[in-house]
C-alpha cells in the first residue's frame, strides 16, 4: 500500500472537523471524566482545585490512554506529567461515586422544595389558597 493510498483511506473514514482545544480521550469504563481548571487567565485557582479533588476527582493518568490518542502533558510545575491544556487538567471518577454525588444533590433538593411547599401551606389564608403550578426543565449544554 502506497503512502497516497493510506492517506486516502485514513480521510475516507474521518471527516474533518475544526481542532477542539480540550479534545479529551474516551473515558475509561466505570469512569466519567471532566476538565478542571488549576489557573484562570494566567492566575492560579488553587480553591477550584482543592474543592474538585475533595469531591473525588483525580487526575487521569497518561499510561492509561490509549496509544492512538495523542494527549497533551503539562511538562513543568506542580501538574506535571498530567493530561492538560491552557490552565485545564483532565480528571475522572468513578461512575459509582458519580451516582452517589448526584444522589446527595438530588435529596438536597427535593428538602428544600418540601420546606418552601411547607412554608406556602403555612401562609396560606382561609378562602385565599395558594395556587402553585409544579413544573421543572432540566437542560444540557447549549440548549
Request: charged share 30%; hydrophobic share 30%.
Amino acid at each position: 500500500m502506497t503512502t497516497k493510498e493510506t492517506r486516502d483511506e485514513l480521510s475516507r473514514k474521518k471527516a474533518w472537523r475544526p481542532p477542539s482545544l480540550l479534545e479529551a480521550p474516551p473515558a475509561r469504563p466505570g469512569y466519567k471524566q471532566r476538565w478542571v481548571a488549576t489557573s484562570i487567565l494566567g492566575q492560579d485557582n488553587p480553591t477550584n482545585w482543592a474543592k474538585r479533588m475533595r469531591e473525588g476527582w483525580q487526575p487521569r493518568d497518561p499510561k492509561t490512554v490509549s496509544k492512538d490518542f495523542a494527549v497533551a502533558t503539562i511538562e513543568h510545575g506542580k501538574f506535571a506529567g498530567y493530561i492538560g491544556v491552557e490552565g485545564m487538567v483532565l480528571c475522572e471518577m468513578p461512575e459509582e461515586l458519580i451516582s452517589q454525588r448526584n444522589e446527595y444533590y438530588a435529596n438536597k433538593t427535593r428538602n428544600q422544595e418540601l420546606a418552601v411547599e411547607h412554608d406556602l401551606h403555612r401562609s396560606e389564608q382561609p378562602g385565599n389558597p395558594i395556587q402553585r403550578e409544579h413544573r421543572s426543565k432540566t437542560t444540557v449544554g447549549g440548549e
